[in-house]
């Protein structure tokens, strides 16, 4: 079975706080996806990457920073916390580009004051 | 842009009741990939099914099945028999060429609470 983890399950930050969600997958995925989800808004992309040191801008990468050193993780950066970033977080991983099913891990509540 | 529309915000049945849940995209690829996904409480997505465009045939599974239509473009969902624990969000999702590779376009997501 694919497992994705992400560091933690809910996070209180305060404004202006830097702020890394880490996100490790362990079946050798080439595609790791960061998204938030908002009431009413669904789930949106906010980075992805298809390869170690990789990354693409997703729908809202405002705010945000990632970083993929090694496969198997992909961390998501927020180099200043604003309260328009309280949400939930979710990571995913892929096999294939485009046909690949993603995976999710169990997602990061964030709340920032 | 590819788009994904799923027009019931909330939908609430009584246990034992059948439910289908409605999706609807939009794309101008030829080749394009579609998936359901189930967010419960816990708000961990779980896979349900991926269909590529190329597959029409309906699918069971247990007591879930897809119907995909290219003619109308909608790829919908039906639980029979529906269960307290198929309370849930259920998202469907369509996989989109971006620039630099792929990534999933979600609906909003349909919730669904089952009643005893």
């Known amino acids: 079975d694919v497992k994705v983890t992400q560091s933690s399950r809910y996070l209180v930050k305060r404004t202006g706080e830097k702020v890394f969600l880490e996100c490790v997958q362990d079946m050798d995925h080439e595609n790791m996806f960061w998204y938030r989800q908002d009431p009413g808004l669904g789930l949106r992309l906010i980075y992805f990457?298809?390869?170690?040191?990789?990354?693409e801008k997703g729908d809202i990468p405002e705010g945000y920073s990632v970083s993929r050193e090694k496969k198997e993780r992909f961390s998501l950066i927020l180099e200043s916390a604003s309260t328009n970033q309280t949400s939930m977080y979710l990571c995913?991983?892929?096999?294939?580009?485009?046909?690949?099913?993603?995976?999710f891990g169990p997602g990061t509540r964030l709340l920032v004051l | 842009a590819q788009k994904v529309t799923q027009a019931q915000t909330e939908i609430s049945v009584v246990e034992k009741e059948d439910v289908t849940l409605d999706c609807v995209y939009e794309t101008r690829d030829t080749t394009y990939y579609l998936f359901w996904y189930k967010q419960p409480p816990s708000g961990e997505l779980v896979f349900l099914i991926r269909r590529n465009s190329f597959d029409e045939q309906n699918e069971i599974s247990g007591r879930y099945s897809w119907n995909f239509q290219k003619s109308t473009s909608s790829f919908n969902f039906t639980i029979t028999a529906s269960q307290v624990v198929d309370s849930a969000v259920y998202f469907c999702?369509?996989?989109?060429?971006?620039?630099?590779?792929?990534?999933?376009?979600f609906g909003k997501g349909t919730s669904l609470l089952v009643t005893p």
């Open positions: 995913a991983s892929s096999l294939f580009v485009g046909s690949g099913t993603q995976y």
């Open positions: 999702a369509l996989s989109e060429a971006r620039d630099s590779g792929y990534a999933l376009n």
């Open positions: 990457s298809y390869d170690v040191k990789m990354k």
